[in-house]
């Protein structure tokens, strides 16, 4: 059980260059989220997405744009990357978040440390 | 949004308790309180949420004001590895425009906690 998996670890891009930020789950999570972590700062919120078909944006969306056809894979897409989205991104899945559960939660991935230049 | 206050940072000594606070007097009757943690260069990890009631589990106790305007992370015996940022989280529900919601979880700065050999 690989629980959530983020690929690349670590990339360079270019202004002006593009990509995409590839995510997967193995836990057949419905919910999965895609967040940013600026240096000392805490997770803000890019896009999420309730199930397969539905996305929605989050509190910080400009310059991102998400996908999900499928359960498992939720990759993140950088159009014209700019030096203010160097950061380290997060990917995350959950079940429903009505879970009574005491032991239940969200499980992220181990990131990507985007630096653009 | 609900906010959370949490100090900036807490120092334990190895094999002694850790009581992590947290005040969210601005919470609302549906957020649960969630606690994560994040090493460095990992991404978060979830530790223990909760409600209205105390919850154990195998990593810490939660334990949670009876107006729910505050609670505490207690870790039972601290060790090395335990030294992290804890993030206290309020898991608002936000609906969406498919007519379903999801739980939004809103990171703050966290409680940087050293733990002393």
């Known amino acids: 059980n690989a629980g959530v998996t983020q690929t690349p670890k670590f990339r360079i891009l270019k202004i002006g260059q593009s990509m995409t930020l590839q995510c997967t789950q193995d836990?057949?999570?419905?919910?999965m989220y895609w967040y940013r972590q600026d240096p000392g700062m805490g997770l803000k919120l890019i896009y999420y997405?309730?199930?397969?078909?539905?996305?929605d944006k989050g509190e910080v969306p400009n310059g991102y744009n998400v996908s999900r056809s499928t359960t498992e894979d939720f990759p993140l897409r950088l159009e014209l990357a700019a030096p203010s989205q160097t950061s380290v991104y997060f990917c995350?899945?959950?079940?429903?978040?009505?879970?009574?559960?005491?032991?239940?939660?969200?499980?992220f991935g181990s990131g990507t440390r985007l630096t653009v230049v | 949004d609900a906010k959370t206050t949490q100090p900036n940072s807490m120092e334990s000594n190895e094999e002694e308790p850790v009581h992590l606070p947290c005040n969210h007097s601005?919470?609302?009757?549906?957020?649960?309180i969630h606690w994560y943690r994040q090493l460095p260069s990992q991404g978060p990890e979830y530790v223990i949420h909760?409600?209205?009631s105390n919850v154990n589990n195998r990593m810490a106790s939660l334990a949670i004001a009876e107006d729910r305007k505050s609670s505490t992370l207690i870790l039972h015996r601290a060790t090395l590895r335990d030294a992290a940022v804890y993030y206290c989280?309020?898991?608002?529900?936000?609906?969406?425009?498919?007519?379903?919601?999801?739980?939004?979880?809103?990171f703050g700065q966290g409680t940087i906690l050293t733990v002393h050999p």
């Open positions: 836990m057949n999570h419905n919910y």
């Open positions: 909760g409600l209205t």
């Open positions: 601005t919470i609302s009757g549906t957020d649960y």
């Open positions: 989280i309020l898991r608002a529900t936000i609906p969406n425009a498919g007519g379903t919601s999801y739980g939004k979880l809103t």
């Open positions: 995350a899945s959950s079940y429903s978040f009505a879970s009574t559960l005491a032991n239940y939660g969200y499980t």
């Open positions: 997405s309730v199930g397969a078909g539905i996305t």
